[in-house]
């Protein structure tokens, strides 16, 4: 199996004695031994078999299975939450005094993480501007050990160059950690550009129905190896339930993510045409200042477009609340187109001047595009636009 949809459908657990034909769930904590040889070889690790659902599960083997296939990744761990993968791949690589280098347009709570919570364990960070991928180098230090980043960005949708990443990731030995949560694994595959671990929070389009949380790294075996003892002990664990939901919902992702670009696109597109947005941004406009890079790395643009509001934070608040179809809330990647204004809800956290160095301006809107009818998605906009 090499084609992206067949991998999605097919790869399952093994079938039981009940010749099922789709995977059953095993909601199960805890697995017993044969005797006790088998259980003193199991937590020995000289077999593969599962020990505690901690540790692995056949729902969650299948789910990080399916990824890793999708990813061109030798294997990977799952876990409860995007974030808890972000956190515990990251804590995984990184030792007291070690520092980072990330992309500044970063999802609010891993910012938090940089600022906030890494310094307490004496970890630093350095950030470029998306437009600024050339200044990498010199913020390099003895002490840097990984390159992170986002593309598309959340939730100003800049693209970085994963091939210039790979390329200086590379000769400076360092490790290139790319979250690739707003392309998924159908639109875009970091690994083929040098990224050593992909990050997912599988909670967004990979779920895309608003109902469970999720998240998984994979990415090379010795790496992932690190990362699944640390999660081990840790216990950031994906639920047998949510694995098994998220693995049924990969067989559907390429025929989604195809309607939802579609869509997204017409609403970008629909979007130039208003006075009262500005600076409209979705890869696959060509007036995206990426365009070219987008075309290079993604398959299609995604689901997400951004755009500015004239009037500022209140012009924001107030084109919120005039939408009748859309969905107010803060994530995205759902059946349900979702808008939300970043400054006043998932990014209020920040400063104004860190809105700023982020790209994030008072009236910027993100729209995550669902899959209801384009014509009264268009229409809703419009009249919030208009109102």
């Known amino acids: 199996m090499e084609n992206f949809e067949t991998i999605a459908v097919r790869t399952q657990t093994e079938r039981t004695q009940f010749l099922e034909h789709s995977t059953p769930l095993y909601l199960t904590s805890s697995y017993v031994f044969e005797d006790s040889e088998d259980m003193r070889a199991s937590f020995a690790e000289e077999k593969e078999r599962n020990i505690y659902s901690r540790f692995t599960n056949p729902n969650t083997s299948e789910f990080v299975e399916k990824i890793a296939k999708m990813e061109g990744a030798e294997t990977g761990y799952a876990f409860a939450t995007g974030m808890s993968a972000v956190f515990s791949t990251l804590a995984t690589l990184l030792d007291s005094g070690d520092h980072i280098i990330s992309a500044r347009a970063v999802f609010g709570s891993t910012h938090s993480l940089f600022t906030k919570f890494f310094p307490k364990w004496n970890i630093s960070h350095s950030y470029f501007n998306v437009n600024e991928v050339d200044k990498i180098e010199s913020l390099i230090k003895p002490e840097t050990k990984v390159i992170f980043a986002e593309t598309p960005t959340n939730p100003g949708v800049d693209i970085l160059d994963l091939e210039e990443l790979g390329r200086i990731a590379k000769k400076h030995d360092l490790l290139l950690v790319i979250d690739n949560c707003f392309a998924t694994p159908y639109l875009q595959n970091p690994i083929k550009f040098g990224a050593d671990l992909v990050i997912h929070s599988a909670t967004k389009l990979i779920d895309g129905q608003g109902r ?8 090379r075996e010795e790496l992932i190896r690190e990362i699944y003892l640390f999660s081990r002990n840790t216990g950031p664990a994906l639920s047998p339930f949510n694995a098994w939901v998220l693995s049924k919902s990969l067989e559907t992702l390429a025929v989604r993510l195809d309607r939802h670009c579609e869509n997204a696109l017409k609403v970008a597109e629909f979007l130039e045409t208003e006075n009262n947005a500005e600076n409209v941004k979705y890869p696959f406009l060509k007036s995206h200042p990426q365009y070219e890079i987008a075309k290079k790395q993604m398959k299609q643009g995604g689901n997400i477009v951004s755009f500015e509001i004239k009037g500022g934070i209140e012009a924001g608040r107030k084109f919120i609340d005039k939408l009748e179809l859309c969905s107010r809330s803060a994530n995205l990647g759902d059946t349900r187109t979702i808008v939300t204004h970043p400054a006043s809800t998932t990014h209020s956290k920040l400063s104004k001047e860190e809105l700023e160095a ?30």
């Open 212 to 219: 469970v949380l999720g998240g998984v790294t994979v990415g």
């Open 358 to 387: 982020a790209g994030i301006s008072e009236g910027l809107v993100r729209v995550s595009v669902g899959l209801e009818s384009i014509e009264d998605i268009i229409n809703d906009l419009k009249n919030a636009l208009n109102n």
